[in-house]
């Protein structure tokens, strides 16, 4: 069987195109950009970041040791937690590609610093880095506490699923408005139901939303 040699690796790579587990990087300007990928990868499926590529899939190759430095401060300056990566480098075409690899953690969330210092979570959404919604955060939390607790169906538990098995897609903000639930006490149920596989968030026209999951 042939092996692949780095050109073949990274060519195929780059035929895959950006996507949830993927994106390409032409340089590394700014940490803080890249660590928001970072913890879109973490909180998510994990993923590829292809540096020295540009978005068409270009090779354009890294041009100094910069590049790995700007890696290594957005993965342990900017994340928190600090992330775990994995960096290769590749020659092709005669200039060097990175390869950072990041598994989904098994500690969400897992926040990037924005440039005034504010800890954001993200998630990866196809090819884009989504930030993550406090029902998010809250699935995240919930998830620490033990899975055997038990969902008590009261009205409001009963409102909330008449509300989804009309079948379209429920925004948090009807569901305050339509049964004038708090929208503390919205985002506490609902990531309840995402948790226990009841419910699924949406992404669609740049906005979550809520349906039934089907079994």
């Known amino acids: 069987m042939k092996t692949l040699t780095d050109t073949d690796y990274i060519h195929t790579l780059i035929a895959e195109g950006e996507h949830q587990q993927q994106d390409f990087k032409f340089e590394i300007s700014d940490a803080r950009k890249i660590a928001k990928t970072l913890s879109a990868f973490a909180n998510t499926d994990g993923g590829r970041l292809l540096i020295g590529v540009k978005d068409n899939g270009r090779i354009a190759g890294v041009r100094s040791e910069e590049e790995k430095y700007m890696i290594e401060a957005a993965a342990q300056l900017y994340c928190i937690p600090e992330i775990d990566y994995t960096l290769q480098t590749y020659i092709v075409e005669g200039k060097q590609v990175l390869v950072a690899t990041i598994e989904e953690s098994p500690h969400k969330p897992v926040y990037a610093k924005d440039e005034n210092g504010k800890a954001l979570a993200y998630l990866r959404i ?28 009261t009205e409001r538990e009963q409102l909330l699923l008449d509300l989804l098995e009309q079948g379209t897609l429920l925004s948090l903000n009807r569901y ?17 139901f995402v948790r226990y596989d009841i419910v699924e968030p949406v992404f ?6 809520f349906r039934m999951k089907n079994e």
Do not use: M
């Not at 305050?176 to 309840?192: F, P």
């Open 176 to 192: 305050c408005r339509q049964t004038g639930i708090s929208r503390r006490a919205a985002e506490h149920l609902l990531a309840k």
């Open 126 to 153: 196809k090819d884009e880095n989504i930030l993550a919604t406090p029902i998010h955060l809250r699935v995240w939390q919930q998830s620490d506490s033990p899975r055997g607790e038990l969902i008590r169906y």
């Open 204 to 209: 669609e026209n740049h906005k979550f939303y």
